[in-house]
């Protein structure tokens, strides 16, 4: 088994590919409109995203489990599948990870662009409520922890095999859909690494509620459901 540390630091760096891969498609789609040039659209920055998580889950999952998400971590928790103090580590390890991507976006990135779009901190669009935030975020990371217990948890699963690859879509297809209503962050570190670079929390908190909710509510059923008692 991998050393704590060594845990820690892959959660570091496969949080971090999220966020600046990630949040970096959304400036990247800005810088190119700006430009005049076509953006990557919604589904460039859904692959963007995609991509990233499943590229990551692939090359550090055997060490850490590739959670690179609070809301994935808290699902383990509640499920007796990760201590308290060991989910608090994660925890850690995923806020600085996507901390210290959205500071380099922001290091790297033209001030006017990344300032257009927050460095890509997710917000709820016209019309979306908070409450009604918090249900779509909650839905779309019940889905995401779901596959991710389905493919990397359970024994029967195909973890060596699928795992980065659905868990990577999954993402994909919440963004896709999320994306226009929520900025789909399916993720709390996916909002709080560019919030705290670009100083924008509005409406911060239904990036925790929703997700960690979601997140808990896949883990227990997939658990309870699936796991439990299984021959």
């Given at each position: 088994m991998y050393s704590k540390p060594q845990r820690m630091l892959a959660e570091f760096f496969g949080t971090f590919a999220l966020i600046f891969f990630?949040?970096?498609?959304?400036?990247?789609?800005?810088?190119?409109?700006?430009?005049?040039?076509p953006g990557l659209g919604l589904l460039g920055i859904a692959l963007a995203h995609g991509l990233a998580i499943g590229i990551m889950v692939s090359a550090l999952g055997h060490i850490s489990g590739g959670h690179f998400n609070p809301a994935i971590s808290i699902g383990?928790?509640?499920?007796?599948?990760?201590?308290?103090?060991?989910?608090?580590?994660?925890?850690?390890?995923?806020?600085?990870?996507?901390?210290a991507a959205a500071y380099l976006l922001r290091a790297v990135v033209p001030e006017a662009t990344w300032r257009a779009v927050h460095l890509g901190t997710p917000a709820l669009a016209?019309?979306?409520t908070r409450a009604t935030g918090m249900v779509i975020e909650g839905i779309m990371t019940f889905f995401l922890v779901f596959v991710v217990f389905a493919t990397a948890v359970d024994e029967k699963g195909a973890f060596n095999k699928i795992a980065g690859f659905a868990i990577g879509l999954t993402i994909t297809m919440g963004i896709m859909f999320g994306g226009p209503l929520t900025g789909a962050a399916l993720n709390p570190a996916r909002a709080f690494g560019p919030a705290l670079a670009s100083h924008d929390w509005l409406n911060h908190g239904v990036y925790w509620v929703?997700?960690?909710?979601?997140?808990?509510?896949?883990?227990?059923?997939?658990?309870?459901?699936f796991l439990r008692g299984k021959s």
């Amino acid at each position: 088994m991998y050393s704590k540390p060594q845990r820690m630091l892959a959660e570091f760096f496969g949080t971090f590919a999220l966020i600046f891969f990630g949040a970096g498609s959304i400036c990247a789609d800005q810088f190119m409109q700006s430009s005049g040039q076509p953006g990557l659209g919604l589904l460039g920055i859904a692959l963007a995203h995609g991509l990233a998580i499943g590229i990551m889950v692939s090359a550090l999952g055997h060490i850490s489990g590739g959670h690179f998400n609070p809301a994935i971590s808290i699902g383990f928790w509640v499920t007796r599948k990760a201590t308290t103090f060991d989910t608090l580590l994660y925890w850690f390890s995923q806020l600085a990870g996507g901390s210290a991507a959205a500071y380099l976006l922001r290091a790297v990135v033209p001030e006017a662009t990344w300032r257009a779009v927050h460095l890509g901190t997710p917000a709820l669009a016209g019309g979306i409520t908070r409450a009604t935030g918090m249900v779509i975020e909650g839905i779309m990371t019940f889905f995401l922890v779901f596959v991710v217990f389905a493919t990397a948890v359970d024994e029967k699963g195909a973890f060596n095999k699928i795992a980065g690859f659905a868990i990577g879509l999954t993402i994909t297809m919440g963004i896709m859909f999320g994306g226009p209503l929520t900025g789909a962050a399916l993720n709390p570190a996916r909002a709080f690494g560019p919030a705290l670079a670009s100083h924008d929390w509005l409406n911060h908190g239904v990036y925790w509620v929703g997700p960690l909710a979601g997140g808990v509510l896949a883990g227990w059923i997939y658990d309870v459901a699936f796991l439990r008692g299984k021959s």
